[in-house]
């Protein structure tokens, strides 16, 4: 199962999306339809908020009456509170019984208006923003949903920035051209990512990348480490002492193969074992190529890789204090202060990719770097008294 969340502004076409990947065989859950389902007459959560607001919030059939709720429940924030408190278990608890009740192999598509405010992001495999621009949102609304202007510009007023949406964003759809534009790019991004990275997080398929030329630094690099990092804390949980974007794609304006390095820190051995599954589940297969580290115990460590054919991701797991997980943070901080030692790493990862047939063969080439430099690395640390910075 791949869970896909879907957001966007007000009018920006996220109706317009999910209705597509639903013809093509997407599960739909649309968080708008549950925040009224669960409050529907005759519902327990309808009773709840009686019993908490009054029946003033009933229309005459008996019906929840919006606006009346609105009005007392948005006078002030102690009421929002106790209103959210009642909603959200009950929205959670059917979105989760829908999710569990879709096929093992479905694509699932959360509708949510409200994703980036309510900071859910790294509960999904992929998030994907649909945007238009405000001005045409207005017209869109007014024009074709029968809003006053007024009222669709005091909802996008109140809603997240575009800013903090592309932050989010995997996935940024652009939606401001005719409807078929944006129904081609949704098919394709259907057929090419979504049902591929469906299969290979349901098989524990590992993509490793195929491509491993060096690129110019990606300004997005950074935002994309972000959002891993965010999502390997959910999926870690407590088993994580730190997680880091790390290797040259965490050093700003340098050029690398367009591969995403985390390093996830435990605090010992058996928990590297024991964040094998949550990582599998969330979309992490371990490589088959495990390192072998000295045979010391002490130090596991272990290699995943993500799920997405589009962002090859490689996750280490190793114990907070071992040699190669010092290393690792120390390697990012040196390269990010000496440039001329970053240059000499994007040669190596140069020769590295004309000569390597894998990415296997690829990480050994660098790594041989990597333990070549590592005096000089260490001398480094000392003469400036480098300590990993916390997390
Ligand atoms: P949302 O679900 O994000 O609120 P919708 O998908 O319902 O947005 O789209 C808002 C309105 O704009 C709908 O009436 C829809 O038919 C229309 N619409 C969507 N995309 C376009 C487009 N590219 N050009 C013109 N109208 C559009």
């Not at 966007?8 to 109706?15: D, F, P, Q």
């Amino acid at each position: 199962m791949l869970r896909v969340g879907l957001t966007g502004g007000i009018g920006a076409g996220k109706s317009t999306v999910s209705r597509r990947w639903a013809e093509r065989g997407a599960v739909v859950v649309d968080a708008d339809l549950i925040a009224r389902e669960v409050v529907a007459p005759g519902t327990p959560g309808l009773a709840q908020l009686v019993e908490r607001f009054g029946d003033g919030i009933l229309d005459a059939d008996g019906a929840l009456d919006r606006p009346a709720l609105a009005a007392v429940a948005f006078a002030d924030p102690a009421e929002r509170a106790a209103l959210n408190a009642v909603l959200h278990p009950l929205i959670g608890a059917r979105t989760a019984e829908l999710v569990a009740a879709a096929p093992a192999d479905a694509v699932v598509v959360q509708d949510i208006p409200l994703l980036v405010e309510g900071r859910m992001a790294p509960l999904f495999h992929l998030v994907v923003v649909v945007h238009t621009d405000a001005d045409e949102r207005v017209q869109r609304l007014v024009g074709q949903r029968g809003m006053t202007a007024e009222d669709a510009r005091a909802r996008i007023g109140a809603q997240a920035s575009d800013e903090q949406r592309r932050a989010a964003a995997d996935v940024w759809l652009d939606n401001g051209g005719a409807p078929d534009s944006l129904l081609a790019e949704v098919d394709q991004l259907w057929e090419r990512r979504l049902v591929p990275y469906e299969a290979n997080v349901r098989l524990h398929r590992p993509v490793e990348p195929t491509d491993l030329t060096v690129v110019d630094a990606d300004p997005e690099w950074a935002a994309q480490g972000a959002r891993l990092v965010a999502r390997l804390r959910v999926a870690a949980g407590l088993h994580a002492q730190r997680i880091d974007h790390v290797g040259p794609t965490a050093v700003p304006g340098l050029a690398a193969p367009d591969v995403l390095d985390v390093q996830v820190t435990v605090a010992q051995p058996d928990d590297v074992a024991a964040l094998v599954q949550p990582l599998v589940d969330a979309g992490f297969a371990p490589l088959e190529e495990q390192p072998v580290v000295g045979g010391d115990r002490a130090w596991a460590e272990a290699h995943h890789a993500g799920a997405d054919p589009d962002r090859p991701v490689h996750v280490a797991v190793r114990v907070a204090g071992a040699p190669a997980q010092r290393h690792t943070l120390l390697l990012v901080d040196w390269l990010r202060t000496e440039p001329a030692v970053a240059e000499e790493l994007v040669a190596a990862q140069r020769a590295a990719a004309a000569r390597a047939g894998t990415a296997a063969e690829h990480r050994r080439l660098v790594q041989d770097w990597i333990e070549q430099t590592a005096g000089r690395a260490r001398e480094w640390a000392e003469r400036t008294a480098w300590e990993p910075t916390t997390d």
